[in-house]
C-alpha cells in the first residue's frame, strides 16, 4: 500500500472494529447470506465493493474495508421521512424483483422508519418515530425524500398528530448525526418547486439548519444513495461537497465528460430529429435537447440497473435532472438551451454561452474546448470544498 495511505487504511479499519460489537439490526443475518438468497455470488459482492473503492478514488488495497463497512451497515440506524414526491427516489432501491446488489444492502442497513416499507400508521407510526429519534439519539441518519411546503399548514400536513413537513423535519433533523436530502425535491425543490410553485415547496437547506449532503437526482441512482451510507461508515464524516452541497465523489464530473456519445459530439456529428439515420448511428443528442454539458451526476461512469443501461445508451438525451431548479432551467427536455432566447441564469454555467456557441458554431471541436473551460471556470470559481 502506498505509505500516505496507511494512516486513512489503519483510522478506517478501528473505527469498523469499532461498530462490530453495537447492537445489529436483523443480529442473525449477515449479507453475504443475503447476498446468496438474492442469487449473488461472493465475487459479484468483492467486484462491487471493488468498484466502489475506485468511485471513492481509493487504492484497490482498500477493497476488504469497503466489503467490512457493508457487513457492519446493520449497526447504522437510519430514519427516513417523506415529504411532498412521487416516492421514486424510494423506488430506485425498493424495486422487489431483480434487485441489485445496491438493493440488497439497503434492505439489510438498519432502516428504523420508513413509511412505504413499515406496517404502523397513525398514532402508531407515530409512536415508532418517536421511539426510533429516542433510541438512537444523537447518532441516527436522517434521509428526507421531497419538497417541503413552508409557511403553510394547507399543504403536506402528515399523521396522526397534524404536523406540517417543516415540523417533521426540524424535529427529526435535531438528534440526527448526519442529514441526506435524497433526490431533487428535497435537494433543490424538483418538480414541486416549478414555477409556479403553488404549495412553497423548498429544498431541505430552507427548512433546517444543519449541514446537508444532497443526493440530488430524480431519482438519484441507487449507487448514489447506498455509497452515501458506505461512505459515512467508513468515514463517520461527511463527505467533500461541491457548492450545491454534493459529494464530489459523485457529482464531481458532467455527464458529458466520460458519455460514450462525446466522440460525436468532438467531431459534430449530431442527432436532429428522433429516429433519424443519424439516431441510428449513436450521434450526440444534444440537438434533440441532451443537458449532459450542464450536468454534474456519474450515470454516464456508474450508469442504471447494475450498469446494464443508462438513458444515453437508451436514446434519450440528460434532462439534467440532479442540477438546482432543473425543472425550470432545463426544459423543454428536447430542446437545446440555446433555442431560448434568454438563457435562465440558474444552471451552474449561469447561462455562460457555452451551450449556444455548441449549437451555432460550426468547428464543434472549439464547440468542445468552450464548453469544457467554461465549465472549470465556473465550477472552480464555486467550489467550496467542505470536510463536515
Ligand atoms: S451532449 Fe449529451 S449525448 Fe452528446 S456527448 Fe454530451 S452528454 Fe453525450
Ligand atoms: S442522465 Fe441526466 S437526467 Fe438521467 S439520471 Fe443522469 S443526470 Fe439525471
Redesign the pocket.
Known amino acids: 500500500m502506498q505509505e500516505p495511505y496507511d494512516a486513512l487504511f489503519k483510522n478506517i479499519s478501528d473505527r469498523l472494529e469499532r461498530l462490530v460489537p453495537l447492537n445489529a439490526h436483523n443480529a442473525d443475518k449477515n449479507i453475504h447470506e443475503e447476498m446468496a438468497k438474492s442469487g449473488f455470488e461472493r465475487r459479484d459482492f468483492i467486484k462491487w465493493a471493488g468498484a466502489m473503492t475506485a468511485t471513492f478514488a481509493l487504492p484497490a488495497s482498500f477493497t476488504p474495508l469497503m466489503a467490512k463497512a457493508v457487513e457492519v451497515a446493520n449497526r447504522l440506524p437510519v430514519i427516513w421521512l417523506h415529504m411532498a414526491e412521487c416516492t421514486g427516489c424510494s423506488e430506485s432501491l425498493l424495486r422487489s424483483e431483480d434487485p441489485s446488489i445496491d438493493s440488497v444492502i439497503f434492505d439489510y442497513i438498519n432502516l428504523e422508519y420508513h413509511e412505504t416499507i413499515m406496517v404502523a400508521s397513525g398514532h402508531q407510526a407515530d409512536l415508532s418515530l418517536e421511539q426510533a429519534i429516542e433510541k438512537h439519539k444523537g447518532n441516527y441518519v436522517l434521509m428526507v425524500e421531497g419538497g417541503i411546503p413552508k409557511g403553510t399548514e394547507y399543504f403536506l400536513t402528515m399523521g396522526a398528530q397534524a404536523r406540517t413537513g417543516a415540523q417533521e423535519c426540524i424535529h427529526a433533523a435535531e438528534h440526527a448525526k448526519a442529514i441526506f436530502a435524497i433526490g431533487t425535491c428535497s435537494s433543490f425543490g424538483g418538480v414541486q418547486a416549478a414555477y409556479p410553485n403553488p404549495s412553497n415547496a423548498q429544498s431541505l437547506d430552507k427548512i433546517i439548519s444543519q449541514p446537508i449532503v444532497n443526493v440530488p437526482g430524480c431519482p438519484p441512482s441507487e449507487k448514489n444513495i447506498v455509497g452515501n451510507i458506505i461512505y459515512f461508515i467508513m468515514f463517520g464524516t461527511l463527505p467533500r461537497l461541491d457548492a450545491y452541497n454534493r459529494p464530489t465523489w459523485a457529482y464531481g464530473h458532467r455527464?458529458?465528460d466520460l458519455?460514450e456519445?462525446?466522440g460525436?459530439?468532438d467531431a459534430g456529428e449530431f442527432v436532429q430529429h428522433f429516429g433519424d439515420e443519424n439516431a441510428k448511428n449513436g450521434f450526440?443528442?444534444?440537438k434533440v435537447g441532451?443537458k449532459?454539458?450542464y450536468t454534474f451526476n456519474n450515470c454516464?461512469k456508474l450508469r442504471f440497473n447494475s450498469h446494464t443501461s443508462w438513458p444515453?445508451q437508451a436514446g434519450h438525451?440528460?434532462i439534467g435532472c440532479s442540477e438546482p431548479n432543473f425543472w425550470d432551467t432545463m426544459s423543454p427536455f428536447e430542446e437545446p438551451i440555446s433555442n431560448r432566447l434568454i438563457v435562465p441564469v440558474t444552471t451552474a454555467f449561469g447561462g455562460a454561452g457555452a451551450d449556444r456557441v455548441a449549437d451555432t458554431v460550426g468547428v464543434v471541436a472549439l464547440s468542445a474546448s468552450a464548453i469544457g473551460i467554461a465549465a472549470h471556470a465556473l465550477i472552480s470559481g464555486l467550489a467550496k470544498d467542505k470536510d463536515a
Open positions: 455527464v458529458h458519455c456519445r462525446r460525436h459530439f450526440c443528442l444534444y441532451c449532459g454539458p454516464s444515453i438525451g440528460c
